[in-house]
């Protein structure tokens, strides 16, 4: 929680920047591309830590009013914490969430340089767990057949899979963000979205805050 309400704090600050440019309402669809940093929360915020992901998307904007139509796909990656890494005595372990998502989405969409916009969706996710434990592997040694050389046998260091989980569900999420038009008449933008996806047992969840650029 203590994360979450420090990326509240940060979108606050965003909310104060200055205007650059007049907004976007000269065209229908826009494409947009963002990375930045997820944090875990909830029940998740126990056994992981942040880590980076990134975004693509598309949205459908009439040049009247106020509501739109979102689609997009997103990547989560989270490592696990050494808390837990040390708990259940493995040597690293991750946490990667795919997604394919859709919502609705209202834009402020004044006259000002500045706006901001309010979005909720579903979608499809993708949750994958690797727990990994250091390992060898010895790689045979061989010869050419053709030329006079001959690779002695090496040992390599690799990883073994202690544990793994693969599961795909339905989730939620809800988000707000800031957009900054600039003088091309594309935007840069800051995003904060809440994802809950509905797992077995206990709901999975994080928070994305991206940086982007919408054109």
């Known amino acids: 929680m203590r994360k979450a309400a420090l990326l509240t704090v ?3 600050v965003a909310l104060a920047s200055p205007a650059l440019a007049q907004p976007m309402k000269d065209k229908l669809w826009t494409f947009n ?3 930045g940093y ?15 992901g990134f975004e693509f998307g598309l949205t459908y904007m009439p040049r009247r009013g106020h509501f739109g139509a979102w689609v997009g796909t997103a990547y989560s990656g989270l490592d696990v914490n050494d808390e837990t890494l040390e708990l259940i005595g493995v040597s690293a372990g991750d946490m990667r969430i795919w997604s394919l998502q859709g919502g ?5 969409r004044s006259q000002k340089m500045v706006n901001f916009y309010v979005s909720v969706g579903a979608g499809w996710y ?12 010895v ?3 061989w010869c050419s057949p053709w030329w006079d050389f001959c690779q002695p046998a090496s040992v390599v260091q690799t990883e073994d899979f202690v544990g793994k989980d693969r ?16 003088k091309n008449k594309s935007q840069i933008y800051i995003d904060l979205k809440y994802n809950t996806i509905q797992t077995v047992n206990v709901d999975t969840e994080f928070i994305p805050l991206t940086v982007g650029y919408r054109w």
């Open 167 to 182: 599961t795909s569900d339905v989730g939620y999420n809800g988000g707000i963000g800031m957009t900054f038009t600039l």
């Open 10 to 12: 940060l979108m606050a």
């Open 104 to 108: 609705g989405i209202w834009s402020s």
């Open 126 to 137: 993708r949750r994958e767990i690797d727990l990994l434990n250091p390992a060898v592997e």
């Open 38 to 52: 997820s944090v875990p929360n909830g029940v998740a915020d126990e056994f992981f830590d942040g880590g980076l």
């Open 33 to 35: 591309i963002a990375a």
């Open 139 to 141: 790689v045979p040694g």
